[in-house]
C-alpha cells in the first residue's frame, strides 16, 4: 500500500476473526485502536439480530480495556427482556497470550418492538433539513501524541467544524464521514456511521487546552437513536459538561434530515504525570 493509499476497510473478516488496518489507531499509542472503529464494529455484530419490525433505541459501548491492533474475535447473544424488548450482548476478545481470549470491548443493545402511532398530541419544532459544510471548512485534525503515524482521526474520517474546532476548547459543532468502509466489501449502514463517529463527541468539545495537564477520557458511550440516519455524513453537536471531578459529554447527531440521536459519554478526569 502506498502513502495515502486506503485499504478496502477498517477490518478485514476472514471468516473466523476480524482483522484491524493502521487507520483504526487512536492517538494516543501505536498498539491501539481509537474508540470509534471497535464501537462501530461492536453495532455491526448487533445488527443482524434485529429483525423486521424491530428498531435497536440504545446501544451501551464499554472499552474493557485497550483494543490493539491485533485480530479480534466476536461473541453475540439476543436475550427477550419482555414481549416487545429484547437485548443483544456482543463482544470483541483479543488474544491474551499464552492461550486463549479475553474480551477487551462489550456492547449492549436494546431491540425494541416498532408500532403504528397516530400523531402525537404535542409536536416539536421541524428540524431544519442542512447539508454537510463545503470543502473549505475541511480541517487538518491534530496529532496530539500520534506524531506521523496513521491513524483513525486523521487519515480515516474527514472532518468539516461549522463551530468550534479540534483545538478550541469549548462546544463544537463537526460534520464527519468516513472516507472507507467499516468492514472491507461490506456496505456500511447508518448505525454503524452513527457509531463509528460518536466517540469523538468529547474530544471536539473538550473543556481543557491541548497544553492543560489535566484532562477528560470517554469511559462509556451510550447512543439512543430517535431515527435511522441516512446518508455518508454525520453531524455531531457537543457540549462537555464538568462535574465533581469527573464529567459529562453530550453530543445530538444527525444527518441532512436533522437530529438522529443523542450521545453521552461519562468522562474520567486525570492529570499528567499522576
Not at 409536536?123 to 454537510?132: I, L, N, Q, R, S
Not at 453530543?251 to 486525570?270: E, F, H, P, R, W
Request: net charge negative.
Amino acid at each position: 500500500m502506498t502513502a495515502g493509499e486506503l485499504p478496502d476497510g477498517l477490518f478485514a473478516f476472514d471468516g473466523e476473526k476480524y482483522l484491524p488496518s493502521e487507520f483504526t489507531r487512536g492517538p494516543w499509542r501505536p498498539d491501539a485502536q481509537h474508540g470509534g472503529p471497535p464501537s462501530a464494529l461492536l453495532a455491526s455484530l448487533c445488527e443482524p439480530h434485529v429483525a423486521v419490525g424491530e428498531f435497536l433505541s440504545q446501544i451501551h459501548i464499554e472499552l474493557l480495556r485497550p483494543v490493539r491492533l491485533d485480530p479480534l474475535w466476536s461473541a453475540v447473544e439476543r436475550t427477550q427482556v419482555s414481549g416487545r424488548v429484547s437485548r443483544v450482548i456482543a463482544e470483541l476478545h483479543s488474544d491474551r497470550g499464552g492461550g486463549g481470549t479475553e474480551p477487551v470491548a462489550r456492547a449492549t443493545a436494546m431491540v425494541l418492538a416498532e408500532s403504528e402511532l397516530t400523531t402525537p398530541d404535542w409536536v416539536g419544532d421541524a428540524e431544519p433539513a442542512t447539508e454537510p459544510p463545503s470543502p473549505d471548512a475541511a480541517v487538518d485534525p491534530p496529532r496530539w501524541a500520534s506524531g506521523d503515524v496513521t491513524t483513525y482521526h486523521r487519515n480515516a474520517v474527514e472532518h468539516r467544524f461549522t463551530e468550534g474546532s479540534f483545538r478550541t476548547p469549548g462546544p463544537a459543532v463537526d460534520w464527519m464521514r468516513l472516507r472507507l468502509p467499516l468492514i472491507a466489501g461490506q456496505p456500511t449502514t447508518g448505525l454503524q456511521r452513527i457509531a463509528a463517529a460518536a466517540d469523538f463527541g468529547s474530544g471536539i468539545s473538550a473543556v481543557y487546552g491541548a497544553e492543560s495537564p489535566v484532562g477528560l477520557i470517554n469511559a462509556n458511550l451510550t447512543i439512543n437513536r430517535i431515527r435511522a440516519n441516512v446518508g455518508d455524513w454525520v453531524s455531531l453537536d457537543a457540549t462537555t459538561y464538568v462535574g465533581a471531578g469527573t464529567g459529562l459529554g453530550v453530543t445530538k447527531l444527525g444527518d441532512v434530515n436533522g437530529l438522529a440521536a443523542i450521545a453521552t459519554q461519562s468522562l474520567l478526569g486525570y492529570q499528567t504525570g499522576m
